[in-house]
């Protein structure tokens, strides 16, 4: 079992890195997704995106960029692998790609499932709600074989969770549908290597205030990047960032439970929540669970302890 500081203070003890500390019943496995349609998703060969990071300290603005090396809709060749395309021409080429994929899903995916899709529209009912990074690179379905109805989806900068106080957000919005009205078993919130909001949250400074919207939002995490400070101040920039990616999701355990009606959930066990973090440099994906009844989260201290640790490579 470990244990993790997630909500309103900082622990005044150093943490060692990585902030997940190995905890009891871990187990190593795969990764196998079932699928519905006898296929799983591929993964491979998309093209670099490069997020950069300005800050400008005069106005306390922060500001994301992303350049993208070779445009245009990646293709799958006839050998099933993902290849680059030529540089697209114009927004129409584009579209035509995409009108093809739809066609083709509805040719081999809707078609030869009718009965399943016309299930679906008559309601969904989803086992897991996914919050995870709008980051491009970083889609719940493709690495975790989500088919349709299975997960409630919601992505947002940075995969973060605010607290019940901080008001309302189309992420709470989101959680309260999930929990509330469709009844969700399970919330998973994955977070990935090399995060562009994590990156602008280690670059703030600790007092700032900040108009723009991005430093609004990763501000949620202030407290992530501040036990990151404390525990990692010994490493690299970008190995602390590393350490904030993970810290932040247990941040967000924490925040999830200051919710009335999930952490009644939680503690009557009709709700249970996860952790995932998902590095696409070396496709490892770790998951580990929230141990409620091991947690101390409504103390000064805030801590939360975590279970089944486990890492699918």
Known sequence: MAILSPTS????????????????NSIISSLSPQTIFGSTGKLGGVEQTHLKLCANLNNSGLKLKASIEVPGLTRESKSGKLESPAITKNDSDLFDEM???????????????????????????????????????VCPSSILGFQPGEAFVVRNIANMVPSYENGPSETNAALEFAVNSLKVENILIIGHSCCGGIRALMSMHDDVETSSFIGSWVGNGMNARLRTKAAASNLSFDRQCRHCEKESINLSFGNLLTYPWIEEKVKNGELSIHGGYYDFVDCIFEKWTLDYNASNWKEESGQVAIKNRTFWC
């Open 99 to 137: 009108k093809q994929r739809f066609l083709s899903f509805k040719k081999h995916k809707y078609m030869e499932n009718q009965e399943y899709y016309e299930n679906l529209a008559k309601g969904q009912a989803p086992k897991f709600m996914v919050i995870a990074c709008a980051d491009s690179r």
């Open 9 to 24: 203070s900082v622990s005044k003890q150093p943490l060692s890195s990585p902030p997940l500390i190995q905890a009891s």
